[in-house]
Each structure stands twice: as structure tokens, then as C-alpha cells.
Nanobody, 115 residues
């Protein structure tokens, strides 16, 4: 079992920045990849960014050049630095960990971007 604890959401004006953090606890071996997803009201959950233990990253097109995902393996932590935030980035952001064919999810953290 893997438990994920997120932090760092909040309210920010358009153009501002936030950094999300997610720490993995429990049976944390062979978690690959880790990443962030988001779900806006009335929409499906979508991938934001993922990162492997080797540092390979993947981003959804709408956040490229604005968001940066990073990972500290020996701290079992993944970060999402979000810059130049837009109102359309407003959503609940969920940390994700994939381990041996199973997805684990955090409780979610709200990100609200005001115009």
C-alpha cells in the first residue's frame, strides 16, 4: 500500500505561481512514474505531468513551458512548480503513484486562479 499526502494548493491571481508537493509513504519501492492529475468542475480528470525515477518527464500540452515537475527519489517526493497560472488551471490537483500495475491517489488539493 502507498499513501500520498499533498500540500501547496491555494488561491492565486492569474499570472502568479504555486508549488505543489506530494510525499509517498508506506510500501514505496518501485513507484514509477509519479505525477499530477487535475479535475475541474464538470470535467474528467486529466493528466498534468508525470516523471519517472530516472527523470523522464511528460506534460499535457496546455501546461508546457509554465509547469515543471520534479522528483527527489530518496525523499519519495514529487513537486509541481506552476508558473504563469491561468484561470483555466483552476481544479483539484491529485498526486498519482503507479506501482506494480496499480494506481494510487492522494486526497487532492484545490488550486484556484482568479482573473
Amino acid at each position: 500500500q502507498v499513501q500520498l499526502v499533498e500540500s501547496g494548493g491555494g488561491l492565486v491571481q492569474a499570472g502568479g505561481s504555486l508549488r505543489l508537493s506530494c510525499v509517498a509513504f508506506g510500501s514505496i519501492w518501485r513507484i514509477d512514474p509519479m505525477g499530477w492529475y487535475r479535475q475541474a468542475p464538470g470535467k474528467q480528470r486529466e493528466l498534468v505531468a508525470t516523471i519517472t525515477s530516472g527523470g523522464t518527464t511528460r506534460y499535457t500540452e496546455s501546461v508546457k513551458g509554465r509547469f515543471t515537475i520534479s522528483r527527489v527519489n530518496d525523499k519519495n517526493t514529487v513537486y509541481l512548480q506552476m508558473n504563469s497560472l491561468k484561470p483555466e488551471d483552476t481544479a483539484i490537483y491529485y498526486c498519482n503513484a503507479f506501482q506494480l500495475g496499480r494506481d494510487y491517489w492522494g486526497q487532492g488539493t484545490q488550486v484556484t486562479v482568479s482573473s
